[in-house]
């Protein structure tokens, strides 16, 4: 059973600073992976997918990395700022094709 | 048009009465879903519509009845909930349809339901 853990739980940075969120994962055989945000009760948004095939995908200010082998994925912010301030959620996609979840990481940016 | 929406934003009912969320996609997704969220957790599937059929029940409790009239819309009706059923409900859609392998899911704003 896919089991997708994110650390940390919360996190709080200065405005300007670059960051990394982690997201690990238990069975290498995904499909894909996926990085939503979710401002307080709100919907998800899909910030970044990367396919089983793919290494990394950028977005803006954001990068996300893939490694299967390693059962891992990070979310890399550049420069951040106070509207990034977030819950972030990564969440694999095997063969059950359902999207496993993370319980994500809250990110507070200071100004 | 390349957004999920979602009705209402709020709601608020009791036990006894009967309510439907409702669920729109126009961008020509074959699959849709129901997730539940409850605070500080991750989404959960309840249902996976695809082609218009339920492809996906993940034991949900018969009181949440799922509906899809056509490729666009999806319905959850709701009769006779308790209040451990207030969460935030997630509507989701695909462009590749279920059972076809890897799909990008594209998530609504939500509607936040209180069961009083």
Redesign the interface.
């Known amino acids: 059973k896919q089991e997708v853990t994110q650390i940390p739980a919360a996190l709080s940075v200065p405005e300007g600073e670059n960051l990394v969120l982690n997201c690990s994962f238990t069975d290498s055989a995904i499909?894909?992976l996926?990085w939503?945000r979710q401002d307080p009760?709100?919907?998800?948004?899909?910030l970044l997918?990367i396919?089983?095939s793919q290494r990394e995908q950028t977005s803006g200010r954001l990068n996300a990395s893939l490694d299967k082998s390693s059962g891992r994925s990070t979310l890399y912010i550049a420069a951040s700022q106070p509207g990034d301030s977030a819950t972030y959620?990564c969440?694999a996609?095997g063969g059950s094709?359902?999207?496993v979840?993370?319980?994500?990481t809250k990110l507070t940016v200071n100004p | 048009d390349t957004e999920v929406t979602q009705t209402p934003k709020h709601l608020v009912m009791g036990m006894t009465n009967k309510k439907s969320l409702k669920c729109e996609q126009h961008m020509g997704h074959r699959a849709m879903y129901w997730y539940k969220q409850k605070a500080k957790k991750p989404p959960e599937l309840m249902f996976v519509y695809s082609y218009e059929k339920l492809s996906i029940n993940e034991s949900v409790p018969s009181r949440f009845s799922p509906e899809c009239p056509n490729s666009s819309l999806l319905n959850l009706h709701l009769h006779a909930l308790q209040p451990e059923d207030s969460a935030l409900y997630l509507c989701a859609s695909s462009q590749v349809p279920w059972g076809q392998g890897h799909n990008e899911q594209f998530f609504g704003p939500g509607t936040r339901l209180t069961v009083l």
Do not use: D, I, V
């Open positions: 499909y894909n996926q939503f009760g709100k919907g998800l948004t899909s997918l396919q089983s959620l969440a996609q094709e359902k999207l979840f993370g319980k994500g």
